[in-house]
């Protein structure tokens, strides 16, 4: 493993099935494994960089970039696929001793949680599904100009525009930021492998049937922004209505950004959601819906 480096985007390096992988490692305690999302230029610190050390005051937090994203490793001629990424996180997990974790997914990250949950219920705890990709709908428009991403300043200032309900946030500077990452060496070239068009068919390879998320077991936190154009907010209440053990909350005035835009609130909930489950059973907890 390596040591911190300055840029904040890099943390520490470890060999997962011979794929150097970037993560970030802080905090101490009950494990959370926060999955990011599939948007050009993501890594999971742009992804979480404002929730990390908040979930890590009581908690040990492990954030990687996924397979192809951020300063992970793109193996050449790569298969980029649902199944190829569970694979790195269960060997990431592996790889640092965690037999069972709890998981924040955003967008295709809840799809992964999702994934990690049904194929490996007995290292999954608790569930926070954000923005979750995982059920079956028509691809929006959207989703399909983030997956269809072609690299300029000007067409990722529209993408983080799209992603937020609050356009200020999508400012000059980060647009520049997320265009210089999206063509990183190799960046571009693997974003394009990995959701080719029709690019419906990536929603439907993630999309898990009715009767395969009745039997999701582990208490799970739905959090979406109302005003979603990525992903449909009709998903989080589909969601909501098909895991047997699931709370949802919605946030008015909000986009895809839910971690960002309403990071104070996002990090209470987990963290409350998270400590609620801790040092008891696992029984089933009240369903509950709640709007903001």
């Avoid at 305690?29 to 230029?41: Q, T």
């Avoid at 300043?153 to 946030?169: K, Q």
Wanted: some cysteine; overall charge negative; hydrophobic content about 45%.
């Amino acid at each position: 493993m390596s040591k911190p480096h300055e840029n904040p985007e890099l943390g520490r390096l470890i060999d997962v099935a011979g794929i150097r992988t970037n993560y970030h490692d802080l905090g101490s305690g009950p494990p959370l494994l926060m999955i990011h999302g599939s948007g050009p230029g993501v890594s999971a610190w742009a992804n979480w960089r404002m929730n990390l050390a908040a979930l890590a005051a009581r908690r040990r937090v492990i954030a990687p970039d996924c397979v192809g994203f951020g300063y992970t490793e793109r193996p050449a001629n790569a298969d980029y696929s649902r199944a190829r990424w569970l694979d790195h996180l269960v060997g990431l997990l592996d790889a640092l001793a965690l037999d069972r974790v709890d998981i924040v997914g955003n967008s295709f990250g809840g799809g992964l949680a999702l994934a990690l949950a049904q194929r490996h219920p007995e290292r999954v705890r608790r569930l926070v599904l954000m923005g979750s990709i995982g059920i079956d709908f028509a691809i929006t428009p959207g989703l399909e100009a983030v997956w269809g991403y072609v690299p300029s300043v000007t067409n990722m200032r529209r993408l983080l525009e799209i992603f937020a309900f609050d356009t200020r946030l999508a400012g000059e500077d980060l647009a520049e930021k997320r265009y210089r990452a999206s063509i990183l060496p190799g960046a571009q070239e693997a974003f394009g492998a990995m959701f080719p068009p029709p690019r419906q068919r990536s929603v439907d390879a993630f999309a898990m049937s009715a009767a395969e998320l009745g039997r999701i077991a582990q208490p799970t936190l739905i959090l979406h922004g109302r005003e979603d154009q990525v992903i449909p907010p009709e998903n989080a209440h589909r969601l909501f209505a098909l895991i047997p053990d699931a709370e949802l909350h919605m946030f008015g005035k909000c986009g895809h950004w839910t971690q960002i835009e309403h990071a104070d609130a996002f990090n209470r909930l987990v963290e409350d959601f998270l400590a609620r489950g801790e040092n008891v059973d696992a029984a089933a907890a009240p369903r509950a819906e709640t709007a903001e």
